[in-house]
């Protein structure tokens, strides 16, 4: 399925959406303040070794110095260029490194509050689809790829890393999305990571201590290198510096994928062009109207994601099965692109609507995994349950659409529903009852929502009249606009 690829930059926020056939599929957002340091390769410098803790403090040119134990300082062994064995002794820091050294370093953790980063000395790079090992010479497989299948990736990456080496060290590390790639897009990724490392080397002698080397490649390049393919027809960014130096990254890295970068010239921001904006709050729903009267109602929890599926008012068929049936294909279409417009991952359970007959079901969970399978992301589907539920599962990739854009709302506290004002209406009378019985004030005011005073002064001011006199005491109201509709409070005068 062919795309495109718009991109909406500013210096605050970076937005990437795909389109295919005039539809969002898949958004992507990179927020400037919220991008990390984990990853990033920088010379630095030793400033201080603490023999008695094992650790040392690094200068990296940040505000503050970071931490590196000798846990993560990387030891050549003779005869092999691995890390510390499992059980084996480490030499002691002091003897490893001194005060004023160089050191290349990666950082492993970012500075939270007054404690600086941390930092190991053992490199890797991340590609797409594998892990670059400078230091090292093993070649891996994933644990969380089938035991089965690790031997059979792990010899096609040998033989593949041998054609590339050209006398070049390092050893790989096949991560879970590589388990379906070809022969091609592994030895790419190979090419792709060993530049890499060459800049990152060159940079470290060619650049004084305290610089950054290598850094976390930015949404925008992660673009060019996981998002552009074949079917890709044009990349367009609205910021022509962008522009420029992804080109730049392009040449370098991409070859292959420069010619589609396009610079937008429009007047009209570019998300408005396929309405993306709408899009976006479309994706931030609960409910998910389909074309044929049917809707989605789609729940994400922490351990899981539901979906319900509903006919709604479509009645366009002979009869009631085939109106069911009809639903639930275009549900099963909707639901995969949700699926990846929202990035859902983990556990999602699908309720679609009960269906007597099996080859209905069949036809749906084969439409549902024809367009899951168009998704990057590796996804598993079950069949039907005995209660009619499919259950399937998503790689987690990233935070999803909701997480990254939204918080909790803080009248309902992430509930999704509130009190109405006629049980925060009890709620309050029986507070007053409770207050009455341990202290002796003059009078009780009730502060509160205005929609729950304004029930106190009408449908309900008989209850509140009839404690007024069973307390012996005057209660009078006070509605705050500022307070949530579940929200109170009780003063004693």
């Known amino acids: 399925m062919q795309n495109d690829i718009l991109v909406n930059w500013s ?44 650790s040392a403090f690094v200068d990296i040119g940040l505000e503050r110095a970071a931490f590196l134990h000798v846990a993560d300082v990387w030891q050549r062994h003779d005869g092999a260029d691995a890390g510390p064995r499992r059980g084996e002794a480490l030499l002691p820091i002091e003897k490893q490194i001194f005060e004023g050294q160089p050191l290349m370093v990666q950082v492993i953790k970012d500075p939270i509050g007054t404690k600086g980063a941390r930092l190991s000395t053992q490199i890797s790079v991340a590609g797409h689809l594998l892990v670059f090992l400078p230091q090292d010479q093993h070649v891996g497989v994933s644990q969380k790829i089938p035991a ?12 593949l890393v041998g054609q590339a080496a050209q006398g070049a060290g390092g050893g790989f590390i096949l991560r879970t999305n590589a388990e379906e790639a ?90 408005d062009l396929f309405g993306i904006d709408e899009e976006i709050a479309r994706a931030l729903g609960r409910r998910v109207d389909l074309k044929s009267g049917g809707y989605l109602i789609v729940d994400q929890t922490e351990a899981l994601t539901t979906i319900d599926v509903n006919t709604g008012g479509y009645v366009g068929a002979r009869n009631f099965d085939e109106t069911i049936f009809k639903t639930n294909l275009e549900a099963a279409g909707t639901i995969a692109r949700q699926l990846r417009l929202r990035n859902l991952g983990g556990i999602v359970v699908v ?67 509130v009190k109405t004002a006629r049980t925060v209406c009890y709620d309050i009378l ?37 404690l007024s006199d069973f307390i012996g005491k005057p209660i009078s109201l006070q509605a705050e606009g500022e307070l949530g509709p579940d929200q109170y409070d009780i003063v004693l005068l």
């Open 11 to 54: 210096p605050q926020e970076t937005r990437v959406a795909v389109v295919e056939n005039g539809a969002v599929q898949e958004l992507h957002v990179e927020r400037t303040l919220e991008r990390g340091l984990v990853g990033n390769i920088y010379l630095g410098k030793v400033s201080r070794v603490l023999p008695g803790m094992q």
């Open 148 to 159: 089965d299948e690790r031997e059979a990736l792990r010899s096609r990456l040998v033989a």
């Open 182 to 271: 070809s022969d091609e897009e592994l030895a790419d990724d190979i090419a792709y990571l060993r530049k890499t490392w060459t800049s990152i080397r060159a940079a470290a002698q060619r650049l004084p201590a305290m610089s950054l080397l290598h850094q976390d490649l930015s949404l925008l390049q992660r673009v060019m290198r996981d998002l552009v393919g074949e079917q890709t027809l044009s990349v367009r960014i609205d910021s022509r510096e962008q522009f420029v130096q992804l080109q730049s990254y392009g040449r370098e890295y991409m070859p292959k994928a420069v010619d589609r970068l396009q610079l937008y010239k429009g007047e009209r921001p570019i998300f």
């Open 351 to 417: 309720d679609f609507i009960d269906m007597a007959r099996h080859e209905h079901q069949a036809a749906v969970l084969d439409e549902l995994k024809k367009h899951l399978a168009r998704d990057r992301v590796k996804t598993v589907v079950g069949g039907f349950s005995p209660l009619g539920l499919v259950e399937m599962t998503r790689k987690r990739t990233r935070e999803s659409l909701a997480h990254m854009l939204c918080e909790p709302c803080p009248t309902c506290r992430g509930v999704g529903e």
């Open 430 to 466: 029986r507070e007053v009852l409770r207050e009455a019985r341990q202290f002796n004030p003059r009078e009780f005011r009730v502060i509160a929502a205005p929609k729950v005073v304004e029930m106190f002064l009408d449908e309900e001011s008989q209850h509140l009249a009839g």
